[in-house]
C-alpha cells in the first residue's frame, strides 16, 4: 500500500482545494466580503502555524525570528505578492466569476512562472530542442485558454432557455462582471508565478519551509488587514453574520493551509514536484461537477472550451519540462495552486501547488525537500 499513499495524499488535497473554492463562493453569494475573508482566512493560517512552527524549532527560536534586513525585505514582498494581493484577486475573481474558471485559471500558473522565469534568465530556452518548443507552445494554448474563457461565455451546456440566456448574456452588466472576474483570477496567477520566482533568492539563505510559511501567513495577515481597512472603512462589512461563514474561514486557513502543507510536501519529497502537478486538474474537475450539482451554476461553453485548453496547455509545458532536473542535476522547482490556491494556493499554504514551471534553480536543495 506505500506506493499508492503519495497517489491518496494529492487526490485529497485537491478534493480539500475543491471544497475551499466551493465553499467559499458559497459564502460570497450569501453576502460576506471576499477581502475581508481574506484576513480571516490568513489569521486563522497564522493562528495554526505559528504554534506548530515555535514547537517544532523551539531549541532555535532566535535563528527563527533572525531574517536579516535584505531576507525580510524579500519574504515581505513575498508574502505581499504571493498571499495578499493574490488572495485577493483570486477571491474577487471567484465571487465574479465561478468556482470552476477559478480552479481552472490555476493551471496557468506554470506556463505564466515559465515566461517570467525566461525574461529574467532563470529557464533555459533554446528553440531548437523539442522540449523548449513544446514549453513556449504549451504557454501559447494555456494563455489562449484563459483568454476564451474571460472572453467566450457562450450558450449554456446543460439546456435551459437559450433565447433567455442569450439575452442575459447580452447585458453590458454581466459581460463586465464575468470579465473582470477573469482578468482577477489571471492577475492572481501572475503574483503566484510572481512569488515563486521570488523563492529563488529566499531559499538560498532561508531554507526551512515551514517556517517560512508561518512568516508569510503572519505578514500576509499584517498586510492584508491594513490593505482592507483602507478598502473597507464600514466596521459592519467586518462582522461574520453565520456559523457557516466562521467554518469556512477556519477550515480555509487550517485545513487549507495546514494540512495540504503537510500532504504536498511529503508527496513532493516521494515522488517530485511534476508528479504533484499532474494532480492539478482534478480540483477543475471536482469543482465543475459540483459546482452544478450543487451550487447551480451554469457551465457554459466557452468556459468548457477554455478550460480544456488551459488543462491540455499544462499537460505540454509540463512535457517540456520533464528533462530539466535530470539536465541540472536535481529535481525541478515546485509550483503552486492555487488556491488559489492553486493557488492556491489557491489558498495560501505557502505550498508550492503546481510544478513544472522551469525555473533552472530549484526553490529548494533536494535535501530540503
Known amino acids: 500500500m506505500e506506493q499508492y499513499k503519495p497517489c491518496a495524499a494529492m487526490v485529497v ?9 466551493l465553499w467559499s463562493k458559497a459564502a460570497f453569494t450569501g453576502g460576506m466580503s471576499p477581502l475581508i475573508f481574506v484576513v480571516y482566512r490568513q489569521a486563522a493560517a497564522t493562528t495554526v502555524l505559528v504554534p506548530i512552527v515555535m514547537v517544532a524549532n523551539r531549541k532555535k527560536i532566535k535563528e527563527m525570528m533572525n531574517l536579516g ?25 471567484l465571487e465574479r466569476g465561478s468556482s470552476s474558471m477559478a480552479t481552472a485559471m490555476t493551471n496557468l500558473i506554470p506556463a505564466i512562472t515559465f515566461v517570467m522565469a525566461a525574461s529574467v534568465g532563470l529557464e533555459r530556452v533554446d528553440v531548437r530542442k523539442p522540449r523548449s518548443l513544446a514549453k513556449i507552445f504549451g504557454t501559447a494554448v494555456c ?5 476564451v474563457m474571460a472572453f467566450v461565455k457562450g450558450p449554456t451546456l446543460l439546456g435551459g432557455d437559450l433565447r433567455a440566456l442569450l439575452l442575459h448574456l447580452q447585458s453590458p ?15 492572481s496567477s501572475c503574483c503566484w508565478s510572481l512569488w515563486l520566482i521570488l ?6 539563505s532561508y531554507v526551512d519551509p515551514l517556517t517560512l510559511s508561518a512568516w508569510m501567513c503572519l505578514l500576509s495577515t499584517l498586510q492584508s488587514a491594513l490593505l482592507i481597512s483602507f478598502l473597507l472603512p464600514d466596521p459592519a462589512a467586518w462582522r461574520i453574520h453565520s456559523l457557516f461563514d466562521l467554518s469556512c474561514c477556519l477550515f480555509s486557513g487550517a ?29 477543475t474537475i471536482i469543482t465543475t461537477v459540483f459546482s452544478a ?8 461553453v466557452g468556459s468548457l472550451l477554455g478550460a480544456i485548453a488551459v488543462i491540455a496547455g499544462l499537460y505540454v509545458v509540463l512535457w517540456g519540462k520533464a528533462d530539466d532536473g535530470k539536465q541540472a542535476g536535481t529535481e525541478p522547482a515546485e509550483l503552486p495552486a492555487d488556491d488559489l490556491e492553486k493557488a492556491p494556493t489557491r489558498s495560501n499554504s505557502m505550498v508550492d501547488d503546481d510544478a513544472g514551471n522551469g525555473i533552472a534553480e530549484p526553490l529548494l536543495d533536494a535535501t530540503d525537500k
Open 13 to 21: 488535497t485537491q478534493c480539500i482545494y475543491a471544497t475551499m473554492a
Open 293 to 300: 450539482a450543487v451550487l447551480r451554476e451554469e457551465l457554459h
Open 255 to 283: 485545513i487549507g493551509s495546514g494540512v495540504t502543507f503537510y500532504l504536498q510536501s511529503w508527496s513532493i519529497s516521494v515522488r517530485g514536484p511534476l508528479y504533484s502537478a499532474m494532480f492539478n486538474p482534478l480540483c
Open 143 to 147: 494563455i489562449g485558454g484563459a483568454m
Open 69 to 93: 534586513m535584505t531576507g525580510f525585505s524579500l519574504v515581505f514582498v513575498a508574502s505581499l505578492a504571493g498571499a495578499t494581493v493574490n488572495q485577493c484577486l483570486y477571491y474577487t475573481g
Open 199 to 204: 523563492q529563488v533568492p529566499i531559499c538560498k
Open 173 to 187: 452588466a454581466v459581460i463586465s462582471r464575468w470579465v473582470a472576474g477573469a482578468l482577477c483570477l489571471v492577475g
